[in-house]
């Protein structure tokens, strides 16, 4: 039986600890007058370990009872109780294209149902509402994403396969990651950058709940685990990811205050687009199909019938390596777009729009 997260720890530090009295000269075998009895050091690990266990235990406690479950039609998913007036956070795509569902929440025995309010797909969020506020609702504190740390603990509450109530535990594994969304997993596509990518385990079901730092804030909504290609597009074990707290937050006040989103900070070329091969059957580029009037690209130049190649210094693939390179981008923000256009190519400055 593999020891828990917590005692691997502590051997650890008790090892190191071991270390550095062996480089001070001290001996387990000397005479040492002020090393700590055998009692005292033995006593000191289960201590320590029954500390971090009361930690967990603690964050679990308050934060659990924030977390809900989500029935849309016959598919389920997690939400977080944003505030006090019912406004629960998800993701869009567990939300899907409906309107009305039914709440599970700790402080109810049976379902409450609860109102669409509204969805952002670019950046798979939704914000719905219950049309019946119940007694002990319990809003969850979010943290700060600038403060989220490679190494920390985190813990995943949710509903994975519709268990409700349920948490997995591990750490961030690193932040800032740009991921893209599989539609034929269940995603909106969205491509979504800044992630913290977590190696506490995402289950379907996990999507839309909390991701939970030890000081009980949610640091991340989980959305999606990665997939393994390999593996027939099976869930990667160990590798999952959350949207940032603070996106979260952005998103979830500009929807509760003004019903949409009004200011995504997402940059773009005003443009749709396609992805085209070479003659080897390769993606190539992005062919311009439409362009907005009076957008970013309008405004360089750039028409329908354009094949861009390159944005900045990432080359340009696929409509979603293009979308992959503007997330990292903010609107206002000036970078250079290469196209071909009859056989010739070009590089205009663009100043990016906002999608």
């Known amino acids: 039986m593999n020891a828990s997260p917590a005692r691997r720890t502590l051997r650890t530090a008790a090892a190191f600890g071991c270390c550095l009295a062996l480089l001070s000269g001290c ?23 029954a500390d971090l266990q009361d930690q967990y235990q603690k964050v679990i406690k308050n934060v659990l009872p924030s977390v809900v479950q989500i029935q849309a039609s016959g598919d389920l998913g997690s939400g977080v109780v944003y505030d006090g007036s019912g406004h629960i956070v998800t993701n869009a795509h567990v939300v899907g294209a409906e309107k009305k569902f039914r709440v599970t929440t700790a402080s109810t025995e049976e379902p409450l149902t609860a109102t669409l309010v509204y969805s952002y797909p670019q950046q798979d969020l939704a914000v719905i509402k219950l049309d019946k506020v119940p007694a002990g609702l319990k809003a969850a504190a979010f943290g700060d994403t600038d403060k989220v740390q490679v190494g920390q603990i985190t813990l995943a509450m949710g509903s994975p396969l519709g268990l409700s109530s349920s948490v997995t535990e591990g750490i961030v594994s690193a932040t800032g990651r740009t991921v893209s969304e599989n539609t034929a997993g269940g995603g909106t596509g969205a491509t979504i950058p800044n992630m913290v990518q977590t190696s506490a385990a995402i289950n379907p079901g996990n999507s839309g709940g909390a991701l939970v730092n030890l000081d009980g804030q949610v640091i991340g909504i989980p959305t999606l685990a990665a997939s393994d290609p390999n593996l027939g597009g099976s869930a990667a074990p160990g590798i999952g990811f959350a949207i940032p707290a603070s996106m979260v937050t952005t998103v979830a006040d500009q929807i509760i205050k003004q019903g949409r989103v009004t200011d995504s900070g997402r940059a773009a070329l005003g443009i749709t687009g396609r992805t085209v091969v070479d003659v080897n059957y390769q993606p190539a580029g992005v062919a311009v199909v439409t362009v907005k009037p009076g957008d970013a690209a309008d405004k360089a130049g750039i028409r329908p019938g354009d094949t861009i190649t390159k944005v900045g210094r990432d080359d340009i693939t696929t409509i979603t390596s293009l979308a992959e390179s503007l997330a ?14 009859d056989g010739v190519s070009r590089t205009v400055e663009v100043t990016l729009g906002e999608q």
Do not use: C, I
């Open 27 to 49: 001996s387990a075998f000397g005479d040492d007058t002020n090393a700590d009895p055998p009692a005292v050091r033995a006593a000191a690990v289960p201590l320590a370990a």
């Open 328 to 341: 990292s981008d903010r609107p206002g923000q000036k970078t250079t777009v290469t196209y071909s256009r």
